[in-house]
């Protein structure tokens, strides 16, 4: 699916780089494990030697970045930045797998127009995601404020809503169009979770839920993010290396 | 860029159909008749019979819709919801010719992956300000439930200008035979900017005037688009 190497100008070549399969395998490896690391650690410690005795019921978690909740913010802030920047090759990986367009004959028949239109929304939907997560990484608790503008809430809003939006998009290209990264029938419970699961936790945040906190209710929509994100990038490791 | 019709199911004939410059043309002509007949009718009807005095520094485009201010409501409600219906051939057509999938080796090259991803997210944008025009029409002042009316107007407004941005992104930058040039530079800068800035605005200072700016905003980047869609789908007819 690639142009020949004398047609590509500097942004082909280094969006090839980015999206091959090598580069992926390896952020895809690295962000599971930095993440879920730095998080766990984070929320460790924070719970073992923070000022405040740190809960997932009583505290947010952007409460991980703050000085006067751990001895470690830094730790997060890692987390977080690592996350959105490894997930990038990630998103292009699936839209172009999901979507792939035709570069010569070979190609063809190319993909029904409902795998351009999904992909083409759950790219858009995750880079915003994943550009706000280095956000929050960045303007994190302890540096939340620029001036007047509260960039950590807004960074922090346009993470999980882009994750959650992306994930709908996503999901439903899972689960009715053709596409040969996740086989059937995973494809449909991942699918399905992704169109429904972080958009409901998102609203139930929006909205609150009777008897349980606001902080477990963010924390629950991590969750949920990572219920959908951690299997669909287990499968595209799996069918990576299946490519070789 | 047309599947065989033998190897098509009754969706992508209905599409086909839906799409084909015919359709384009006939809904294009009625679609412009209805809106602006429509909408000017409304108007005059409001200004000289309705009761308070219409006028578009004290009035919602919305208060056109409204039993209290004009005696015929339903001119505002037909123009918006048949107007939106007509709307959604376009955003399929547009979609179709600026982001052509190939089909048959004769259509190669494909465009460039940015050309699919704009258009998506401006065919999605359009979509759902179509619908919004519908919801718009359909929730009128009069039947205003839940605030669903300033809810849908606000989708229609946001999705418009969205999908201008994305459209202006598609059509000053990528290769494309819809608009011709310059032409597609100063509709696509145009798109990119004066929408997205306009519709801040509105949105900041929520106003009937700033309500009628951004309308006419929009209409001065819909109209031409339009017009433009409407002559591309004649000489697709001519050539057979």
């Known amino acids: 699916m690639t142009k020949e190497i004398a047609e590509e100008d500097w942004i082909d070549r280094i969006y090839n780089k980015i999206t091959a399969p090598k580069t992926v395998k390896y952020a895809g490896i690295l962000v599971l494990v930095l993440y879920i690391g730095l998080v766990a650690l984070g929320v460790l410690i924070a719970a073992l030697f923070g000022s405040t005795g740190y809960s997932v019921t009583t505290h947010y978690i952007s409460a991980l970045g703050a000085s006067d909740t751990t001895p470690v913010p830094i730790l997060y802030d890692l987390a977080c930045i690592s996350a959105g920047v490894l997930t990038i090759p990630f998103i292009l990986y699936l839209e172009k797998e999901i979507a792939p367009i035709p570069r010569q004959a070979g190609d063809l028949p190319a993909p029904n127009r409902w795998n351009y239109r999904l992909t083409g929304m759950g790219f858009f939907w995750s880079m915003l995601g994943s550009i706000f997560y280095i956000g929050v990484g960045i303007f994190s608790a302890d540096r939340g404020e620029i001036g007047d503008i509260p960039m950590h809430e807004i960074c922090s809003f346009g993470a999980f809503g882009g994750f959650a939006f992306a994930a709908i998009f996503l999901g439903i290209a899972l689960v009715f169009t053709r596409q040969s990264l996740i086989p059937k029938p995973y494809n449909y419970p991942i699918g399905v979770w992704g169109m429904i699961g972080p958009i409901a936790f998102a609203i139930f945040n929006l909205t609150g839920l009777p008897g349980v906190t606001s902080e477990l209710l963010e924390w629950s929509l991590l969750w949920a993010i990572l219920a959908w994100i951690i299997p669909l990038a287990m499968f595209t490791l799996h069918y990576i290396n299946k490519q070789k | ?240």
Not at chain 2, 23 to 36: E, L, P, S
Not at chain 2, 60 to 74: E, K, L, Q
Not at chain 2, 192 to 198: D, G, L, N
């Open chain 2, 1 to 240: 860029m047309e599947k065989k019709e033998a190897e098509t199911n009754w969706i992508e004939r209905a599409y086909n159909k839906l799409i084909a410059p015919k359709t384009i043309k006939i809904c294009g002509y009625t679609a412009i008749v209805t809106f602006f007949g429509l909408m000017s009718l409304a108007i005059i009807v409001a200004v000289t019979l309705g009761p308070p005095g219409y006028n578009i520094i004290d009035n919602w485009i919305s208060d056109m819709g409204n039993h209290y201010y004009t005696p015929a409501p339903f001119l505002l409600n037909a123009a918006l919801i048949c107007t939106g219906i007509l709307l959604v051939p376009f955003h399929f057509y547009l979609e179709r010719h600026l982001a052509p999938i190939p089909r048959v080796p004769e259509d190669l090259p494909a465009p460039h992956r940015m050309t699919y991803r704009l258009m998506e997210l401006s065919f999605f944008c359009n979509m759902l300000g179509s619908f919004g025009m519908i919801m718009v029409g359909i929730f009128s002042e009069d039947r205003d439930i839940a605030g669903l009316h300033f809810i849908f107007s606000m989708i229609l407004f946001g999705s418009f200008a969205i999908g201008a941005l994305f459209m202006g992104l598609r059509t000053t930058f990528l290769k494309q035979s819809v608009f011709p040039k310059p032409f597609n530079y100063i509709l696509g800068i145009y798109g990119i900017c004066v929408p997205s800035i306009v519709g801040t605005f509105a949105a900041l200072y929520l106003s009937p005037l700033w309500e009628w700016i951004i309308f006419f905003v929009l209409l001065g980047l819909i109209t031409p688009i339009f017009v433009n869609v409407l002559r591309h789908a004649e000489s697709q007819l001519k050539q057979g």
